[in-house]
């Protein structure tokens, strides 16, 4: 399974994926988070402790350091009723328990399964996975940016070529402004 987020523009439940689709979440044998932002990974305290999934699941170290700090501040800030919290810290807190880390190009096997990320260049820690399974490559980008940034590298092309892309594409249909011209914009203002 790639990613466990929510939408954004909905509260509680209605919030959720959805996971009434998944017959037998203990069947999943891993759950590969791309990165820590809301509609990528504030869905996964709900899945780890609500559902019956018994799988793993994997981040990179900065992934699960603002995870963290940003899922304890999305628990406090939340102004929905008590009836549509998804979860409470202890359960968020009980989540970090259950979550490894990876390092960028570190091959881990798990039941005939090898996967191992590459930079994703989004956010800091962002990971794209590459999945192997059988004799068949498959490549998660999740959220991804090739422009290099001053503080962030540009998306890394991984030389193992895939069987199967899975893109993310959000803003694939949308043209940014340079980053120079958005740098003098941010400037000028500041």
Do not use: W
Not at 46 to 54: I, M, R, S
Not at 121 to 131: E, I, P
């Amino acid at each position: 399974m790639f990613d466990c987020g929510i939408h954004p523009a909905y509260a509680g439940l209605a919030g959720l994926p959805y996971f009434d689709e998944i017959d037998d979440p203990s069947s999943i044998d891993l759950l590969l988070v791309s990165h820590f932002h809301l509609d990528h990974a504030a869905a996964l305290p709900y899945f780890l402790e609500k559902t019956t999934f018994k799988g793993r699941v994997f981040m990179t170290h900065p992934t699960k350091a603002i995870y963290k700090l940003l899922l304890t501040d999305y628990v406090k800030v939340s102004n929905i009723s008590i009836e549509e919290i998804l979860y409470n810290e202890q359960e968020l807190k009980n989540s970090m328990d259950k979550i490894e880390t990876v390092n960028y190009h570190q091959e881990v096997e798990y039941n005939g399964i090898k996967f191992a990320c590459y930079n994703a260049g989004h956010v800091l820690g962002a990971a794209m996975f590459m999945v192997q399974i059988a004799s068949v490559r498959l490549l998660y980008t999740g959220d991804f940016s090739r422009q290099e940034d001053r503080h962030l590298m540009a998306a890394e092309t991984p030389i193992i070529k895939p069987d199967i892309l899975i893109v993310e594409s959000t803003y694939g249909v949308q043209i940014h402004e340079p980053r120079k011209e958005r740098e003098a914009r941010f400037t000028g203002k500041a």
